[in-house]
């Protein structure tokens, strides 16, 4: 029996289920004529094999009305725009230019226009939703470019124009911001730019005086062609590819001068890699995963890794750098949770995540001294996962826990913060499988089980 995805419901034409370990798309009459359109096409081949389309094929499939069915394989790792860096949504935000470019000039069109089309597989942006794709009728619009502003471009914007993270919003807002948000929020300098008039100013008066309905029927009247859209695609391309954001920012980038980062790197590497041997996993969470470091060692031992990071400039620099890790960019105190339609629509991180070993190195000090969490709720935490977890001990007399408690009060500290309390509460929720204590003495590795495994 399949179950129909909690995020794959708005187009009638095209919507996603799963079967066992299968992911399959069922089409009615109208998306099966997307399909064949597409699929007999150059252009799916070429994308196809260039790794910027999801690769699908049709397939026999009973107890559906559907009037076809094509498969594709499975997402690793799924992850949403707020959980994005700015680095990774603009070369997003190209790939959907770039497809809607190809298509056109194979006789078809993309008919919307979201990021949450589109995943990272291996390090690299591909668009997931065939779907999308269907023949393009002469004198049609664009019917994607407002979606494509408030969800691509103004956020692109706002990141490198304004300097405001663009993360919470759609978090907060998965439709993003409108033309009359960005008119309000750019510097008047910003808003004279001809490119801002152009998306900002000029859409802005446009849905102060009709509505979408009244917008795609007047376009249409005025003589829309493909050569047009073409023309404002390449626009678009070169906008696009001119906004930069100076990834200015704190947290692991002056981190890493501590002297125990490189001094202990090696001994948490054979660390790790003793852990993947005995337990095997296909899927490793790297909590705090600063640079990336520990998760790639999992990846290069044939893992899955998700690296989750609070610090974009460290994740974008990572992401850069040509990483096949999965990226998660999210505050640990507060990940992204489960939402959209009747709150299961976007799955939380965790839901997605499911790892078979996590990795905390470097991390339970900050949440228990920074985010004044305590330790038997960080603790419970890591038991959650209910997997083995690798997890690193800081001791109250380390220097950077020194640093962390320097404007606190004995008082206003939890208990459990020694290393007797801290095994003490290990010990109540797991199995301690290994230990071993790091150069300077008031650190440990612990490799710890589930008691109730």
Request: glycine share 10%; proline share 6%; charged share 25%.
């Amino acid at each position: 029996m399949y179950q129909p995805d909690p995020g794959s419901f708005r187009d009638p034409a095209s919507h996603v289920v799963h079967e066992g370990g299968r992911v399959l798309r069922l089409l009615d009459e109208r998306g099966l004529r997307g399909w064949e359109a597409l699929s007999s096409s150059e252009f799916f081949a070429e994308a196809t094999a260039a790794g910027k389309l999801i690769p699908a094929h049709r397939v026999d499939f009973e107890g559906s009305e559907a009037a076809a069915a094509i498969e594709h394989p499975v997402v690793p790792f799924v992850s949403y725009p707020y959980e994005w860096t700015f680095s990774m949504l603009k070369d997003a935000a190209l790939l959907q230019l770039d497809l809607l470019d190809r298509a056109l000039r194979a006789g078809l069109t993309i008919k919307d226009a979201t990021p949450f089309n589109i995943q990272f597989v291996d390090g690299r942006p591909q668009f997931i939703d065939v779907g999308s794709f269907e023949a393009y009728e002469p004198g049609e619009p664009w019917i994607g470019y407002r979606q494509f502003t408030r969800q691509f471009l103004f956020p692109l914007m706002l990141h490198a124009w304004a300097g405001v993270a663009y993360q919470p919003w759609l978090r907060g807002d998965m439709e993003g911001p409108t033309a009359a948000d960005m008119r309000r929020l750019l510097s008047l300098g910003r808003r004279l730019k001809p490119a801002a008039m152009m998306h900002v100013s000029l859409q802005a008066r446009m849905e102060e005086r009709m509505s979408g309905a009244s917008v795609r029927q007047e376009l249409k009247s005025a003589g829309f062609s493909a050569e047009l859209i073409l023309a404002n695609v390449a626009k678009l391309q070169r906008l696009v590819s001119s906004l930069e954001w100076d990834g200015t920012g704190h947290g692991w980038v002056e981190y890493e001068s501590c002297s125990h980062v490189e001094r202990d790197r090696e001994t948490k590497g054979g660390f790790l890699e003793g852990a993947i041997e005995r337990h095997g996993p296909r899927r490793v969470l790297d909590l705090g995963a600063n640079d990336g470091y520990f998760s790639e060692i999992a990846r290069r031992h044939g893992a899955l890794a998700v690296a989750v990071d609070g610090d974009e400039q460290v994740l974008d620099a990572l992401y850069r750098r040509g990483t096949t890790v999965s990226l998660a960019l999210g505050d640990l105190t507060n990940p992204s949770p489960a939402q959209g339609w009747a709150g299961v629509e976007r799955p939380s991180l965790f839901q997605r995540a499911r790892p078979d070993l996590v990795i905390a190195y470097g991390l339970i000090h900050h949440l228990i001294y920074t985010a004044s969490i305590p330790p038997t709720t960080v603790i419970d935490w890591l038991a959650s996962f209910g997997c083995p977890v690798l997890v690193e001990f800081v001791s109250p007399e380390d220097p950077m826990v020194a640093r962390l408690t320097a404007n606190k009060t004995s008082a206003e500290l939890h208990p459990g913060r020694t290393a007797p309390e801290f095994e003490s509460i290990l010990g109540a929720r797991f199995e301690t499988l290994g230990r071993v204590e790091l150069g300077g003495g008031v650190r440990a590795l612990y490799e710890v089980a589930p008691l109730n495994r």
